[in-house]
């Protein structure tokens, strides 16, 4: 059974704030690799506990034969990490497509030295379950793996109780992420793992930008074998902590503090202004056609990044998204953290 460095099995089963990178590219579409760089130097000093590289932020394209980029970028990205010299680090590389292109980019981050593999199904039929399993089952054996529920409008696929359930006895099963963006079906995962016999060893992470602040503050409780179960989703895997992520760190930190106490409004409030800002930034008017450069605006414009672009030229702004970006520095100031960016750039840029 494939282990994690103790350092990193604690902080994934504490939980943390670990943001999904973006790609940093110049006006040519070529890796800016300064601006990269830069923007690792930051997600590290706003005190995230780790970096998903190769994920949907990153552009699923890195793996196109034209770009030839997923393994330069996941390079980049751990070489980058190591010059931070933190312990426990968690290091996630996405992993995705048929079982063949799967292995082989499960072999690529092992190699390199990730920690774990966000496994995408979005190439399967939601009616090949047992396909799927296999699937899993086979990447497992070469990385530990961090399960991922990604919702429809962005390439997923709907996945039922009955595949959480085994999917959660795999012993090379580390964490999930959940980005359903559906009540319902994150449900199903967190049942799922409660009924498992491995509910103790799995570790429950939000992706459900949607639900940031109540996913994390929620204890799930469910009737098991005559007993009670309850589990939290203690952490998060996010494109939305990608940005203002400074800021997304205290938010967490806040929330931990309450875990156990009663639940100031406050935070409620907090989770519908969250909410708010990432229908913004991820463009969900426009079924999150604009989600990347939403996010890559927000760099821009505190100076991480030079421009939006994305290797499909055809990935931009949708109408009205950068007016609704005004809106939101306008009506939440207190959720960005320009002032941090701002005192730090030329540092992390040098």
């Known amino acids: 059974m494939l282990g994690l460095n103790p350092g990193v099995e604690y902080n994934l089963a504490e939980g943390t704030v670990i943001p999904a990178m973006p790609l940093a590219l110049n006006a040519d579409r070529q890796f800016d690799e300064r601006r990269q760089a830069a923007l690792i130097r930051y997600y590290l000093a706003a005190g995230a506990g780790g970096l998903a590289v190769g994920v949907h932020t990153t552009q699923f394209q890195i793996r196109d034969p034209k770009h030839g980029l997923y393994e330069p970028v996941l390079r980049f990205a751990m070489d980058m990490l190591a010059e931070g010299h933190r312990d426990g680090l968690i290091r996630v590389a996405g992993i995705c497509g048929p079982t063949l292109q799967a292995l082989h980019e499960a072999e690529v981050a092992s190699t390199i030295g990730y920690?774990?593999?966000?496994?995408?199904?979005?190439?399967?039929?939601?009616?090949?379950?047992?396909?799927?399993?296999?699937?899993?089952?086979?990447?497992?054996?070469?990385?530990?793996l961090f399960g991922f529920y990604l919702q429809p409008a962005v390439g997923g696929i709907e996945l039922p109780y009955s595949f959480w359930r085994e999917f959660a006895e795999i012993d090379s099963v580390k964490a999930i992420k959940i980005a359903a963006f559906n009540r319902y079906q994150t449900l199903d995962v967190v049942r799922a793992v409660c009924e498992s016999s491995r509910r103790d060893e799995i570790a429950l992470y939000t992706g459900n930008d949607d639900n940031i602040v109540v996913d994390l503050l929620t204890p799930y409780r469910f009737h098991h074998e005559g007993g009670l179960v309850e589990k939290r989703i203690v952490g998060g895997l996010l494109g939305h902590w990608a940005v203002w992520t400074n800021k997304a760190v205290e938010i967490f930190e806040e929330i931990k503090a309450f875990n156990d106490g009663t639940i100031p409004r406050g935070l409620l409030t907090l989770n519908q202004e969250v909410t708010d800002c990432n229908a913004v930034i991820f463009d969900a008017a426009n079924q999150f056609q604009g989600c990347i450069p939403g996010i890559h605006e927000i760099l821009r414009r505190q100076g991480l990044l030079e421009g939006t672009w994305c290797l499909d030229p055809d990935e931009i702004l949708s109408p009205g998204e950068a007016e609704e970006i005004d809106r939101i520095y306008q009506s939440y100031p207190h959720l960005n953290d320009d002032a941090f960016v701002a005192e730090h750039l030329d540092t992390w840029l040098g």
Not at 123 to 141: I, N, P, Q, T, Y
């Open 115 to 144: 920690d774990l593999g966000l496994l995408s199904l979005g190439g399967f039929g939601s009616d090949d379950l047992e396909a799927m399993l296999e699937h899993c089952r086979e990447v497992g054996k070469i990385i530990p």
